[in-house]
């Protein structure tokens, strides 16, 4: 529960969570290298804001300050559920949270799928520290609580606003390693714009989240472990025992459309044997995998379809959390 203490009674108000990242970060004045992610606490993150104060009431609520490769499940489960709590409040209407950018694309697939409100939750980063010359962070923070306090977003599941663009937390992915305009969804486009405090939405997914979505965490501390493991030409295919040893559920990001060679379609038998679904995922990102005669012939495999290797680990953990069959697995991925 938080006291909502309207400041100005007509504007929505909007919850920001921190997690920390780059939107966070501080280092060597206007230099965007050598940088600490993670520095700024929320409050001195959103005055340095100007003029976010005229489009909602924001309440502010640190979750963390790590470096996003540092986020773990727990803060995933605690994101969600605070959500689902906070969400049930009439006097809130929409949530913020920023993120570092290297897994931000995780963290938003996996709200898509488990928070259970048609309210806008937005996440959003930064590509340049705060103490760079044009931060990108302030501008970004700016638009994504407009985006929260705007009725245009309800329904559109988690959003992620970058550069001027709104994306669908299912597609999302980070497409650059320093350039501010980071993210995008390859081949499905944006949802729409952001100009200055307006959105412009075009499109809309048509897979289920949210409130639709069939994934339930609240009374879970932890999620089925799903491994991701990367072919190469001459991979050791030993690495998928070693990982189906540690885990309920294999990913392979496999070449092309998801396959790899013969050595680790003979090793995916013994996964079968001990009862591990693969998923066959792709390291290009974009394109469609589909069931393969071939490389589907032990009834473990299940193709990814459009999800990437990463968020094919996340659908595949909450399945894990709803059934081990194969076949059932395989139609959550059809249906996701
Ligand atoms: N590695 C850091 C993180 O993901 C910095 C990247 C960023 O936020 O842009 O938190």
Same mark, same amino acid.
């Given at each position: 529960m938080i006291t909502i203490n309207p400041k100005k009674p007509g504007l929505k108000n909007i919850i920001i +969570?921190?997690?920390?990242?780059?939107?966070?970060? *501080?280092?060597?004045?206007? %230099?965007? *290298?050598?940088?600490?992610?993670?520095n700024l606490d929320i409050d001195t993150l959103v005055s340095s804001v100007s003029n976010i104060d005229k489009i909602a009431n924001i309440y502010g609520e640190q979750i963390a300050n790590v470096d996003s490769n540092d986020i773990t499940i727990d803060h995933w489960l605690t994101l969600a559920? %605070?959500?689902?709590?906070?969400? /049930?409040?009439?006097?809130?209407?929409?949530?913020?949270?920023?993120?570092g *950018?290297?897994? !931000?694309e995780e963290t938003a697939y996996f709200l898509d799928l488990t928070v259970k409100t048609n309210k806008p939750v937005v996440i959003t980063g930064a590509m340049r520290p705060s103490t760079a010359t044009s931060a990108d962070g302030p501008l970004n923070l700016y638009q994504s609580v407009a985006l929260a306090a705007s009725e245009l977003s309800i329904g559109h599941g988690c959003m992620v606003v970058f550069s001027d663009g709104i994306y669908s937390g299912r597609n999302v992915q980070k497409v650059n390693t320093f350039k501010t305009n980071a993210f995008n969804s390859i081949e499905?486009?944006?949802?729409?714009?952001m100009r200055d405090n307006v959105p412009y939405f075009f499109n809309k997914s048509i897979k289920p989240h949210t409130v639709d979505s069939q994934f339930d965490i609240s009374g879970l501390n932890k999620l089925p472990v799903v491994s991701i493991a990367y072919f190469n030409i001459d991979a050791d295919p030993l690495i998928l025992d070693y990982l189906a040893e540690r885990s309920e559920g294999v990913v392979i990001a496999g070449a092309?459309?998801? *396959?790899?060679?013969?050595?680790? !379609?003979?090793?995916? /038998?013994? +996964?079968?044997? /001990?009862?591990?679904?693969?998923?066959?995922?792709?390291r290009i990102g974009s394109g469609i995998i589909l069931r393969d005669e071939t490389m589907d012939r032990y009834?473990?495999?299940?193709?990814?379809?459009?999800?990437?290797?990463? %968020?094919?680990?996340? !659908? +595949?953990s909450l399945a894990l959390t709803k059934t081990k069959d194969f076949s059932e697995i395989g139609k959550i991925f059809s249906e996701y």
């Open positions: +969570l921190a997690t920390g990242g780059t939107i966070a970060g *501080t280092g060597e004045e206007g %230099k965007t *290298t050598n940088y600490q992610a993670g559920n %605070k959500i689902n709590e906070l969400s /049930k409040q009439d006097d809130i209407d929409g949530f913020v949270i920023t993120h *950018t290297d897994t !931000l499905f486009g944006c949802l729409g714009y092309g459309s998801g *396959t790899f060679s013969s050595n680790w !379609l003979n090793e995916i /038998k013994n +996964l079968e044997e /001990k009862g591990i679904p693969v998923v066959r995922s792709s009834i473990n495999c299940i193709p990814s379809y459009t999800l990437s290797p990463p %968020k094919a680990r996340i !659908l +595949l």
